[in-house]
């Protein structure tokens, strides 16, 4: 069956360190890879997505996420972070076969 | 942008009575939508997928005759789970797709059931 999987459940960074998120999935074929963050209290957003193209796909709010497709990864990146990236972010296939999430939290 | 509202936020209700949870696209036209079930620090679990006028289709595992769905209108989709019990509570989120962009969730901000 088809899963996705995230490495880290919880992350604690200070502000301006570097993030990278792991994200792998278990199946091969096309690809349809989604990045979602949950802000406290917010609904679920889109942060970026990748159908095909460029393996390097820019999102929103600085974030980037880079397909691999050997390493059947799509991990989620942001160079320096800041407070306001507390949140838990959600990887998904298709939409629809959902990692269980990474709670990020930033230290100011 | 598009936004999924949920109603009720939060509700608390008898075990064996049914609860009833609204998911409204408010600018938009959803083609369909999507139910979703969240556990404590798990992901995210589709229950089940809705096109306006026809059947819902359940995933494997799913009670249809439990977790009732119907798309009545490409605003809206009503969720009611039946004779409630403490192992339906949970954390249920709606998502809908517009007709124009149709590789996009646009979500709700979920429904927290409780069943005493």
């Known amino acids: 069956a088809q899963s996705v999987s995230q490495h880290n459940h919880h992350v604690i960074l200070s502000e301006a360190a570097s993030l990278e998120l792991g994200c792998n999935y278990s199946y091969g074929g096309t690809v349809n890879l989604f990045w979602y963050v949950q802000y406290p209290g917010q609904h679920l957003q889109l942060l970026l997505k990748y159908f095909s193209g460029d393996p390097l796909v820019k999102g929103i709010k600085g974030f980037e996420a880079e397909f691999i497709k050997s390493k059947f990864s799509f991990n989620l990146r942001k160079p320096s972070v800041q407070w306001s990236d507390t949140a838990e972010y959600f990887c998904?296939?298709?939409?629809?076969?959902w990692g269980a999430g990474t709670k990020l939290i930033i230290k100011p | 942008g598009a936004v999924v509202s949920q109603h009720p936020s939060r509700v608390i209700c008898k075990s064996g009575t049914s609860v009833k949870i609204e998911c409204r696209s408010l600018d938009f036209q959803a083609t369909t939508m999507f139910w979703y079930r969240q556990f404590p620090k798990q992901s995210l679990m589709l229950m089940a997928t809705s096109n306006e006028g026809s059947k819902a289709t359940y995933e494997q595992g799913v009670e249809k005759d439990k977790f009732l769905i119907n798309h009545a209108s490409l605003t809206l989709s009503t969720l009611t789970v039946t004779s409630a019990h403490p192992e339906d509570s949970s954390f249920y989120i709606c998502?809908?797709?517009?007709?124009?962009?149709?590789?996009?969730?646009?979500f709700g901000p979920g429904t927290r059931l409780t069943v005493l």
């Open positions: 998502s809908a797709i517009a007709r124009q962009v149709t590789d996009t969730q646009y």
């Open positions: 998904a296939s298709y939409q629809l076969i």
